[in-house]
T-cell receptor, first 115, second 115 residues
Framework: ETGVTQTPRHLVMGMTNKKSLKCEQH?????MYWYKQSAKKPLELMFV???????ENNSVPSRFSPECPNSSHLFLHLHTLQPEDSALYLC??????????????FGPGTRLLVL | DQQVKQNSPSLSVQEGRISILNCDYT??????FLWYKKYPAEGPTFLIS?????DKNEDGRFTVFLNKSAKHLSLHIVPSQPGDSAVYFC??????????????FGKGTKLSVKP
């Protein structure tokens, strides 16, 4: 498989559930990102991992918990979410988060609905 | 406050004509700009980028123009094809300053190319 993959593609969960989103990149990159896209809003950066180290947490509530076990895999653990957390969650990767002319490559996203 | 603005939520163009998508930014530290295309149920796909040292970058039917003094960039697609119908996102990043390397996205413009 090539590029950036995400599973599941769709997820419906209750507010008391615990679930995890998975992202895998096959591009040999060292930086991985989680974004949230809500309706009629720009993509919002949530977390950045560079060489497995979290370098950015963009004021994300603690009910979202990222995990990056290696440079190829990124997880987003979800618990006690709210209906307003329903959105498209996108994973991306780049060569590294070096701050200069980086191009990020995105996965297809997980469409999350919180009931 | 939005740092990257795409003021036209939608644009409709006839096949074969030119599509011009616009993007304005407010942060003078931005020095790298990207355009992404997004089809429904897919993640954003990188299209073309431009560094602030240039004012034009061309790739096939796609050309991006950068006007630094006006803090404005545009994407020209010519000739437009029905397969170009998608949402186009403008994004920007800064080499220096806080959150260097992270992409800031606009809300997107939905392009419809009519046969």
């Amino acid at each position: 498989e090539t590029g950036v993959t995400q599973t599941p593609r769709h997820l419906v969960m209750g507010m008391t559930n615990k679930k995890s989103l998975k992202c895998e990149q096959h591009l040999g990159h060292n930086a991985m990102y989680w974004y949230k896209q809500s309706a009629k809003k720009p993509l919002e950066l949530m977390f950045v991992y560079n060489f497995k180290e979290q370098t950015e947490n963009n004021s994300v509530p603690s009910r979202f918990s990222p995990e990056c076990p290696n440079s190829s895999h990124l997880f987003l653990h979800l618990h006690t979410l709210q209906p307003e957390d329903s959105a498209l969650y996108l994973c991306a990767s780049s060569q590294e988060n070096r701050g200069w002319e980086e191009t990020q490559y995105f996965g297809p996203g997980t469409r999350l609905l919180v009931l | 406050d939005q740092q990257v603005k795409q003021n036209s939520p939608s644009l409709s163009v006839q096949e074969g004509r030119i599509s011009i998508l616009n993007c304005d930014y407010t942060n003078s530290m931005f020095d790298y700009f990207l355009w992404y295309k997004k089809y429904p149920a897919e993640g954003p796909t990188f299209l073309i980028s431009i560094s602030s040292i240039k004012d034009k970058n061309e790739d096939g039917r796609f050309t991006v123009f950068l006007n630094k003094s006006a803090k404005h960039l545009s994407l020209h697609i010519v000739p437009s094809q029905p397969g170009d119908s998608a949402v186009y996102f403008c994004a920007a990043s800064a080499r220096y300053g806080g959150s260097q390397g992270n992409l800031i996205f606009g809300k997107g413009t939905k392009l419809s190319v009519k046969p």
